[in-house]
């Protein structure tokens, strides 16, 4: 499974974007994708994460009616929509791809997640 993000750029605080994450490859084996984030000198967190099936979508508490994830299934594309952007969700934000299926639910460790994308750098100016 390879994936591609892309969609970060500058924003002032308020404003939004929109992260995509195109998969190819083995796709199928995709049990749950997901977005983190790693800010300069912190560890990666969880953003927001999308279970394919049944399909379902978890996102941090940080980010929870600002953020909504979504995906194409028909062309495997996995979004991610950021309104009222703040400084604080400044960060490289990863799309990351969890092969193991989890009954109900995903998991919101990087450790779980065994396809990266490679990071695309948002930054929310004040």
């Known amino acids: 499974v390879q994936l591609q993000a892309c969609g970060g750029g500058l924003v002032q605080a308020g404003g939004s974007l929109r992260l995509s994450c195109a998969a190819s490859?083995?796709?199928?084996?995709?049990?749950?994708m997901g977005w983190f984030r790693q800010a300069p000198g912190k560890e990666r967190e969880f953003v927001s994460g999308?279970?394919?099936?049944?399909?379902?979508?978890y996102y941090a508490d940080s980010v929870k009616g600002r953020f909504t994830i979504s995906r194409d299934s028909a062309s495997n594309t996995m979004y991610l929509q950021m309104n009222s952007l703040k400084p604080e969700d400044t960060a490289v934000y990863y799309c990351?791809?969890?092969?193991?299926?989890?009954?109900?639910?995903?998991?919101?460790?990087?450790?779980?997640?065994?396809?990266w994308g490679q990071g695309t750098l948002v930054t929310v100016s004040s």
């Open positions: 990351a791809a969890d092969s193991v299926y989890r009954k109900g639910f995903i998991s919101r460790s990087s450790a779980s997640y065994n396809y």
């Open positions: 490859g083995r796709t199928s084996v995709i049990d749950a």
């Open positions: 999308l279970k394919l099936k049944p399909e379902n979508t």
